[in-house]
């Protein structure tokens, strides 16, 4: 067996870096997004929602996409859609706290007031010039970009949080 | 002179400040320009063009005067207007523009010469003789000229950009934007209210997001606004932390725009001496921060919104000479307040001329009956009315509208979503006005634009030369063209040139306003986008172990990749031949990771895959990886890479680094735009998978060592070409490829992406007893240009499937992007610059990409250039420099000797065109 | 600019890359040739003074590419599309 690296990144009060989680990305073929929901037995959401089944979350990710995070699919196959493992393909972060929002802002161009962006809502977008799926769970965001990305991510989120951590 | 009481600065803080080395005291609350004022400092500066003494102006933003140079060191900034600078401990200010004092300043000749700098001086002068411009002309220019000088070293301090959504985005926080940010945040919408001053208790309201220090610089499409806060500015230093300044991105759906108006000076003679101002400034001064600029004023007007300088002047120790009112009857509400101070009203008059050494120190007037009076006076707080700051307004390209009752612009159509309140709107403005826009008989010492020394005697000459168009007035003069952006002195020259055209106000016009409103420092557009930071960084699964092994790194795009990897005591070169070396006689290990690669899934990806590359892919089978070659629709070759077949319906795609994202959007364009039909999914898994090349005669050997039993890479069970999933050091689920870019025996082992430094480490261990290095992109750069590979350099958007020798990958039976345009006679003209090899008759030259090649004979002129060269390298292997190029007529001129034409680099040598394939020519190696 | 992509949202114009003329079809003859159409696909467009139909990518959110018809003088959007849905309506 081969070590896995585990990138060096220190957790401060409002950035957590998270531990590689089981992810799956989904892509239903041509009118088999039902079929799909129906192989798993879930109802996957069709606009920019997440959807949690016990330890599994189940993220809008485009259209007829989706990003699974939590072990419940790994071992599925299925006819139904496009399957790829993304568990080395994604690094993700948690930022919390009450300034987590103000922090985002100077990254992140969307609006992400609990009003328009509620728990349970995600999207794809940029934070600064890197891609992002974010998504809101509770008070909290986390973020998922692409695995190569993971330092300056980081960095750009520490920097963004500094002037709150203090 | 600071007056006893009153204002809203704070007595209790006394703050130091040093300008021009002089040490003075303010108080916190003060500018630096009120605090100057207080400290009885009328001179601040010399004037662009003419170095005339010049002293403080206005009050706020549009001070086109008092610039001062602030700070020392790092943080010297020049041009700063000393109206915006909030007084802080120490600040320390020069003045500009002068030399050698501020008092003594020798380019004020510069006001003798005053005929020949007049208006279009720039167009007339320095022409002739042409051969003393570079030498003498622009060097003087530049000493002469410019305002201001840079700090010349880097910027200590960090800037910050953010995103700010909102429901209504009130500009400006007098108190019609306090009422309009008060009455939004009422109805529950989410509001932010921006204004360009220091905080006012007034605007911190309950439910409204209040950004002092922060002016709206620009609307632009789609409800979108830019804002920058000045963060720390009215700091010595910034806190920890905290940025200089911060950028703002606001997207609002409505906004409502209070800016105020600003106020015109009166033109007449000398109207630029220190002291005189604009009126409203002079009750700014007194009834904000407590300062008389002068014991003894002049005030001169035309509308009776002046009446409030008068009451601010009469209640304050100030004494006033005179009211000199231009409208001929002056009014009943000038003339009782007048009386009421026993201050005496000329009404019907004007100040024909100001007069004083470096500050005003009397002005003569004109009466209505022709008169000409004298007084005594050390100010002149003059108002030709005001302009509605109607900036904002236009950006998105609408004009303003001119309105006779207030003799102004006023907002005409407004951005969407726009309302706009207040003086801004021309409420409350200009009362019982008459126009006055030059005193009769103001000559070349009028002033328009004081900033760019614009006369009204400029104008005039404009108007002669036939530069009556407005956009032409502003360019001959250069009227509005300074930092104030003529904002008191734009709507004056407007209609002094409508005057002498004998058109109204309205037909001649106005000139656009564009973004942005102030100026804004590029630190903060750049927010933490600079340096190493301006984009991100991606790292390969196996950049810590490459680290470790020396690696020097080279930016391939947004990726880090590990160039070479020098042992003690060697340069790029030896490293790189060395790496050369051992993986053409051994085996050696460099990370591929960064190569795009897509996931491609459905029932019809094969078909997708026959449309978008140019050969054949219905008859790979499972378990085979092919080359493909992809156009774009114009004909010219798009991107390379290998596809390999994993499953029935499921493929992986390579691409090159450079294009992975542009190959992505292609594939997403043909499937949703051009196909929509085909079943078929993508999705990028270059970072999912730590991709590593193994390669040289040992290559299988050590494979063997790592992959799990029960696996068979032998050649039969794994031949050349061979792809599928693998299992390696004990266990990890990994894919294998037997590729090569080196033309060596090689293998590209994936495995996901965590694993790649243990994956780089095992392999190491491995070979080890096969003499393994390490390579990276030099030696991976020299291997394929052995073998005549093209890369990047060669697939550079210009060049045909044909140019490259691929002519044959062009299927004849299928439709295919690019197919129809790449059939242009002319993209498979033989004639065309075509892939050959080169190789220098004398082994010691050395050929380098860019080179041009000509027939050896040739005359070496753009008429005979025959080609160039794309790639070269010092191939260690055939023991001198190699390279590919791209020549006309390339294959069918294989033997002959060509001229490599090198100026700039002072090559010039001979070169043999030769068959690009410079090593193993059979592919031998390959297939071992 | 701001684009309102019929998945994501509202989203400002950095997201986004512009393509071109929605309004050029590719030729179905399979393209043996380089006929006439096949130029005019490639190279010629107009350039109205008023609305258009253009193609966009979302390329820092969902990956789809979009139909705009926006105004050329004003940037005014006035219509997005999902351009799998136009396309698939033009072979219907």
Not at chain 2, 726 to 748: H, I, Q
């Given at each position: 067996m081969l070590e896995a690296e585990i990138f060096p990144f220190v957790a401060t009060a409002m950035v957590t870096p998270e531990p590689v989680l089981p992810l799956v990305s989904l892509a239903a073929f041509h009118g088999q997004t039902a079929a799909l929901q129906a192989a798993l037995g879930v109802a996957l959401p069709l606009t920019p929602k997440s959807v949690r089944v016990g330890e599994t979350l189940y993220l809008w990710s485009g259209p007829d996409a989706w990003l699974v995070v939590g072990g419940a699919v790994e071992a599925l196959t299925t006819p139904f859609a496009a399957m790829t493992d993304q568990a080395d393909g994604r690094s993700v972060f948690t930022v919390s706290g009450p300034h987590a929002r103000d922090a985002l802002a100077k990254l992140v161009p969307i609006d992400l007031h609990e009003q328009v962006f509620a728990d349970g809502a995600t999207a794809l977008t940029l934070a600064g010039h890197i891609g992002v799926q974010i998504w809101r769970e509770g008070e909290a965001f986390r973020l998922a970009c692409f695995r190569s990305f993971a330092q300056s991510l980081y960095a750009s989120l520490i920097e963004a949080c500094r002037e709150f951590e203090d | 002179m600071r007056l006893p009481r009153g204002g809203v600065v704070d007595r209790s803080k006394i703050l130091n400040f040093t300008f021009d080395g002089k040490a003075y005291q303010g108080f916190a609350g003060d500018t630096l320009a009120s605090a100057l004022l207080a400290n009885n400092v009328k001179l601040v500066g010399r004037s662009f063009k003419y170095h005339r003494p010049r002293g403080i102006l206005?009050?706020?933003?549009?001070?086109?005067?008092?610039?001062v140079e602030l700070r020392t060191g790092a943080r010297r900034e020049p041009n700063t207007r000393a109206t915006m600078v909030e007084l802080y401990e120490g600040l320390e200010a020069y003045s500009q523009n002068r030399f050698p004092s501020l008092k003594h300043d020798f380019m004020a000749v510069n006001g003798l010469l005053s005929p020949v700098f007049a208006a279009g001086f720039y167009y007339k002068t320095f022409m002739w003789p042409a051969k003393y411009w570079e030498k003498l002309y622009e060097p003087l220019i530049r000493k002469a000229a410019g305002l201001g000088r840079n700090a010349g070293v880097a910027d200590p301090d960090v800037y910050e950009k953010a995103h700010l959504f909102c429901d209504v985005l009130v500009i400006g926080a007098g108190a019609a934007g306090v009422q309009a940010a008060r009455d939004a945040a009422a109805t529950g919408a989410r509001v932010v209210l921006c204004d360009e001053h220091p905080p006012r208790e007034d605007a911190a309201l309950e439910g409204v997001k209040y950004l002092p220090r922060t002016t709206v610089f620009g609307v632009y499409d789609g409800g979108t606004y830019g804002a920058v806060e000045r963060v720390a500015d009215h700091l010595a230093v910034p806190q920890a932390h905290q940025p200089r300044q911060r950028y703002w991105r606001i997207v609002a759906k409505r906004s409502v725009l209070a800016s105020g108006a600003i106020e015109r000076p009166m033109v007449f003679t000398n109207n630029d001496l220190p002291g005189v101002m604009l009126a409203g400034a002079v009750e700014t001064y007194i009834t904000r921060y407590a300062v008389a600029p002068g014991a003894r004023a002049v005030l001169f007007i035309n509308h009776d919104g002046a009446a409030s300088v008068l009451a601010a002047m009469g209640n304050s120790v100030m004494a006033i000479a005179a009211v000199i009112d231009a409208r001929a009857g002056s009014s009943p509400v000038i003339r009782d307040l007048a009386a009421s101070f026993s201050v005496p009203v000329f009404a019907g008059a004007v100040v024909t001329r100001a007069f004083g050494k470096?500050?005003?120190?009397g002005v003569e007037i004109t009466t209505r009956d022709g008169g000409v009076v004298k007084f005594d006076c050390d100010v002149v707080a003059a108002s030709a009315g005001w302009n509605p700051a109607v900036h904002l307004t236009s950006h998105l390209d609408d004009k303003p509208v001119w309105k006779d009752e207030v003799a102004a612009f006023v907002p005409g159509k407004l951005p969407p979503g726009m309302s706009v309140v207040g003086a801004a709107a021309g409420e409350g403005i200009n009362a019982g006005i008459t126009p006055l826009w030059a005193v009769p008989g103001a000559d070349g010492k009028a002033f328009v634009d004081f900033q760019n020394d614009v006369t009204a005697a400029d104008i005039r000459l404009a108007k002669q030369e036939g530069f009556i168009a407005v956009e032409h007035l502003k360019r001959y003069t250069t009227l509005g063209m300074a930092t104030d952006q003529g904002k008191t002195a734009n709507v004056t020259g407007l209609a002094l040139m409508a005057a002498a055209t004998g058109k109204t106000v309205p037909e001649t016009g106005t000139t656009r306003f564009r973004p942005p409103y102030t100026p804004v420092a590029l630190g903060a557009l750049a927010g933490p986008h600079?340096?190493?930071?301006?984009k991100p960084t991606r790292y390969t699964p196996t950049h810590a172990w490459a680290q470790a092994q020396g690696a020097v790194f080279v930016e391939t795009g947004m990726w880090l990749r590990a160039q070479y990897f020098p042992k003690a005591g060697e340069d790029w070169l030896a490293a790189t031949n060395r790496e050369v070396l051992a993986v053409r006689n051994g085996v050696g290990i460099c990370d591929v990771t960064t190569l795009g690669k897509i996931d491609i899934q459905g029932p019809d990806a094969a078909i997708f895959l026959e449309r978008v590359y140019t050969n054949s892919w219905t008859n790979l089978a499972v378990g085979r990886a092919r080359y493909g070659l992809m156009l774009r629709e114009d004909g010219f070759v798009m991107d390379d890479g290998t596809t390999a077949r994993l499953g029935e319906h499921h493929y992986v795609m390579t691409t090159t680094t450079a294009n992975a994202g542009k190959v992505f959007q292609h594939l997403e364009f043909c499937h949703q735009w051009l196909w929509p039909e085909l079943d078929v999914r993508f999705i990028s898994v270059t970072d999912q998978w730590a991709q590593i090349a193994l390669a040289g005669p040992k290559a299988r050997e050590v494979l063997q060592k790592i992959v799990d039993d029960g696996c068979d890479v032998s050649n039969a069970a794994f031949p050349y070409m061979a792809a599928g999933e693998m299992r390696f050091c004990g266990g990890v689920k990994g894919r294998l490829f037997r590729l090569s870019f080196s033309g060596e025996l090689a293998y590209e082992i994936a495995v996901p992406a965590r694993y790649g430094n243990a994956l780089a480490e095992a392999l190491m261990a491995a070979g080890a007893e096969f003499g393994i290095v390490p390579y990276g992109t030099e030696a991976l750069g020299v291997m394929r240009i052995e073998k005549g590979h093209p890369a990047g350099n060669e697939l550079n958007g210009q060049t045909s499937a044909h140019d490259l020798g691929f002519g044959k990958l062009l299927s004849k039976k299928k439709d295919f992007v690019g197919r129809a345009m790449a059939a242009r006679p002319a993209l498979m003209d033989p004639a065309r610059p075509t892939l050959v090899g080169l190789k220098p008759v004398n082994e010691a030259d050395r050929l380098r990409g860019g080179a041009h090649l000509l027939a050896?004979?040739?005359?070496?002129v753009a008429a005979n250039d025959q080609g160039h060269v794309c790639s070269a390298a010092y191939s260690p292997t055939l023991g001198h420099s190699i390279g590919l190029a791209l020549l006309k007529n390339g294959p069918a001129r294989h033997g002959e000797i060509i001229r490599v034409y090198d100026p700039i680099r002072n090559g010039d040598f001979l070169a043999e065109v030769v068959p690009p394939v410079f090593f193993d020519p059979q592919g031998s190696r390959l297939h071992a | 600019m701001r684009i309102t992509c019929p998945h994501c949202g509202e989203r400002g114009l950095q997201e986004f890359l512009y393509h071109g003329d929605a309004t050029v079809m590719r030729p179905r003859d399979g393209g043996a040739e380089p006929t006439q159409e096949w130029t005019d696909y490639v190279y010629f467009r107009d350039n109205p003074n008023g609305a258009h139909r253009e193609l966009w990518y979302h390329n820092a959110g969902c990956h789809a590419w979009l139909v705009v018809t926006r105004d050329l003088r004003s940037h005014e959007i006035l219509g997005v599309e999902a351009a799998h849905d136009v396309a698939l309506r033009r072979s219907a």
């Amino acid at each position: 067996m081969l070590e896995a690296e585990i990138f060096p990144f220190v957790a401060t009060a409002m950035v957590t870096p998270e531990p590689v989680l089981p992810l799956v990305s989904l892509a239903a073929f041509h009118g088999q997004t039902a079929a799909l929901q129906a192989a798993l037995g879930v109802a996957l959401p069709l606009t920019p929602k997440s959807v949690r089944v016990g330890e599994t979350l189940y993220l809008w990710s485009g259209p007829d996409a989706w990003l699974v995070v939590g072990g419940a699919v790994e071992a599925l196959t299925t006819p139904f859609a496009a399957m790829t493992d993304q568990a080395d393909g994604r690094s993700v972060f948690t930022v919390s706290g009450p300034h987590a929002r103000d922090a985002l802002a100077k990254l992140v161009p969307i609006d992400l007031h609990e009003q328009v962006f509620a728990d349970g809502a995600t999207a794809l977008t940029l934070a600064g010039h890197i891609g992002v799926q974010i998504w809101r769970e509770g008070e909290a965001f986390r973020l998922a970009c692409f695995r190569s990305f993971a330092q300056s991510l980081y960095a750009s989120l520490i920097e963004a949080c500094r002037e709150f951590e203090d | 002179m600071r007056l006893p009481r009153g204002g809203v600065v704070d007595r209790s803080k006394i703050l130091n400040f040093t300008f021009d080395g002089k040490a003075y005291q303010g108080f916190a609350g003060d500018t630096l320009a009120s605090a100057l004022l207080a400290n009885n400092v009328k001179l601040v500066g010399r004037s662009f063009k003419y170095h005339r003494p010049r002293g403080i102006l206005a009050a706020g933003s549009e001070e086109p005067n008092a610039l001062v140079e602030l700070r020392t060191g790092a943080r010297r900034e020049p041009n700063t207007r000393a109206t915006m600078v909030e007084l802080y401990e120490g600040l320390e200010a020069y003045s500009q523009n002068r030399f050698p004092s501020l008092k003594h300043d020798f380019m004020a000749v510069n006001g003798l010469l005053s005929p020949v700098f007049a208006a279009g001086f720039y167009y007339k002068t320095f022409m002739w003789p042409a051969k003393y411009w570079e030498k003498l002309y622009e060097p003087l220019i530049r000493k002469a000229a410019g305002l201001g000088r840079n700090a010349g070293v880097a910027d200590p301090d960090v800037y910050e950009k953010a995103h700010l959504f909102c429901d209504v985005l009130v500009i400006g926080a007098g108190a019609a934007g306090v009422q309009a940010a008060r009455d939004a945040a009422a109805t529950g919408a989410r509001v932010v209210l921006c204004d360009e001053h220091p905080p006012r208790e007034d605007a911190a309201l309950e439910g409204v997001k209040y950004l002092p220090r922060t002016t709206v610089f620009g609307v632009y499409d789609g409800g979108t606004y830019g804002a920058v806060e000045r963060v720390a500015d009215h700091l010595a230093v910034p806190q920890a932390h905290q940025p200089r300044q911060r950028y703002w991105r606001i997207v609002a759906k409505r906004s409502v725009l209070a800016s105020g108006a600003i106020e015109r000076p009166m033109v007449f003679t000398n109207n630029d001496l220190p002291g005189v101002m604009l009126a409203g400034a002079v009750e700014t001064y007194i009834t904000r921060y407590a300062v008389a600029p002068g014991a003894r004023a002049v005030l001169f007007i035309n509308h009776d919104g002046a009446a409030s300088v008068l009451a601010a002047m009469g209640n304050s120790v100030m004494a006033i000479a005179a009211v000199i009112d231009a409208r001929a009857g002056s009014s009943p509400v000038i003339r009782d307040l007048a009386a009421s101070f026993s201050v005496p009203v000329f009404a019907g008059a004007v100040v024909t001329r100001a007069f004083g050494k470096r500050a005003v120190e009397g002005v003569e007037i004109t009466t209505r009956d022709g008169g000409v009076v004298k007084f005594d006076c050390d100010v002149v707080a003059a108002s030709a009315g005001w302009n509605p700051a109607v900036h904002l307004t236009s950006h998105l390209d609408d004009k303003p509208v001119w309105k006779d009752e207030v003799a102004a612009f006023v907002p005409g159509k407004l951005p969407p979503g726009m309302s706009v309140v207040g003086a801004a709107a021309g409420e409350g403005i200009n009362a019982g006005i008459t126009p006055l826009w030059a005193v009769p008989g103001a000559d070349g010492k009028a002033f328009v634009d004081f900033q760019n020394d614009v006369t009204a005697a400029d104008i005039r000459l404009a108007k002669q030369e036939g530069f009556i168009a407005v956009e032409h007035l502003k360019r001959y003069t250069t009227l509005g063209m300074a930092t104030d952006q003529g904002k008191t002195a734009n709507v004056t020259g407007l209609a002094l040139m409508a005057a002498a055209t004998g058109k109204t106000v309205p037909e001649t016009g106005t000139t656009r306003f564009r973004p942005p409103y102030t100026p804004v420092a590029l630190g903060a557009l750049a927010g933490p986008h600079r340096g190493k930071d301006f984009k991100p960084t991606r790292y390969t699964p196996t950049h810590a172990w490459a680290q470790a092994q020396g690696a020097v790194f080279v930016e391939t795009g947004m990726w880090l990749r590990a160039q070479y990897f020098p042992k003690a005591g060697e340069d790029w070169l030896a490293a790189t031949n060395r790496e050369v070396l051992a993986v053409r006689n051994g085996v050696g290990i460099c990370d591929v990771t960064t190569l795009g690669k897509i996931d491609i899934q459905g029932p019809d990806a094969a078909i997708f895959l026959e449309r978008v590359y140019t050969n054949s892919w219905t008859n790979l089978a499972v378990g085979r990886a092919r080359y493909g070659l992809m156009l774009r629709e114009d004909g010219f070759v798009m991107d390379d890479g290998t596809t390999a077949r994993l499953g029935e319906h499921h493929y992986v795609m390579t691409t090159t680094t450079a294009n992975a994202g542009k190959v992505f959007q292609h594939l997403e364009f043909c499937h949703q735009w051009l196909w929509p039909e085909l079943d078929v999914r993508f999705i990028s898994v270059t970072d999912q998978w730590a991709q590593i090349a193994l390669a040289g005669p040992k290559a299988r050997e050590v494979l063997q060592k790592i992959v799990d039993d029960g696996c068979d890479v032998s050649n039969a069970a794994f031949p050349y070409m061979a792809a599928g999933e693998m299992r390696f050091c004990g266990g990890v689920k990994g894919r294998l490829f037997r590729l090569s870019f080196s033309g060596e025996l090689a293998y590209e082992i994936a495995v996901p992406a965590r694993y790649g430094n243990a994956l780089a480490e095992a392999l190491m261990a491995a070979g080890a007893e096969f003499g393994i290095v390490p390579y990276g992109t030099e030696a991976l750069g020299v291997m394929r240009i052995e073998k005549g590979h093209p890369a990047g350099n060669e697939l550079n958007g210009q060049t045909s499937a044909h140019d490259l020798g691929f002519g044959k990958l062009l299927s004849k039976k299928k439709d295919f992007v690019g197919r129809a345009m790449a059939a242009r006679p002319a993209l498979m003209d033989p004639a065309r610059p075509t892939l050959v090899g080169l190789k220098p008759v004398n082994e010691a030259d050395r050929l380098r990409g860019g080179a041009h090649l000509l027939a050896h004979d040739a005359e070496p002129v753009a008429a005979n250039d025959q080609g160039h060269v794309c790639s070269a390298a010092y191939s260690p292997t055939l023991g001198h420099s190699i390279g590919l190029a791209l020549l006309k007529n390339g294959p069918a001129r294989h033997g002959e000797i060509i001229r490599v034409y090198d100026p700039i680099r002072n090559g010039d040598f001979l070169a043999e065109v030769v068959p690009p394939v410079f090593f193993d020519p059979q592919g031998s190696r390959l297939h071992a | 600019m701001r684009i309102t992509c019929p998945h994501c949202g509202e989203r400002g114009l950095q997201e986004f890359l512009y393509h071109g003329d929605a309004t050029v079809m590719r030729p179905r003859d399979g393209g043996a040739e380089p006929t006439q159409e096949w130029t005019d696909y490639v190279y010629f467009r107009d350039n109205p003074n008023g609305a258009h139909r253009e193609l966009w990518y979302h390329n820092a959110g969902c990956h789809a590419w979009l139909v705009v018809t926006r105004d050329l003088r004003s940037h005014e959007i006035l219509g997005v599309e999902a351009a799998h849905d136009v396309a698939l309506r033009r072979s219907a």
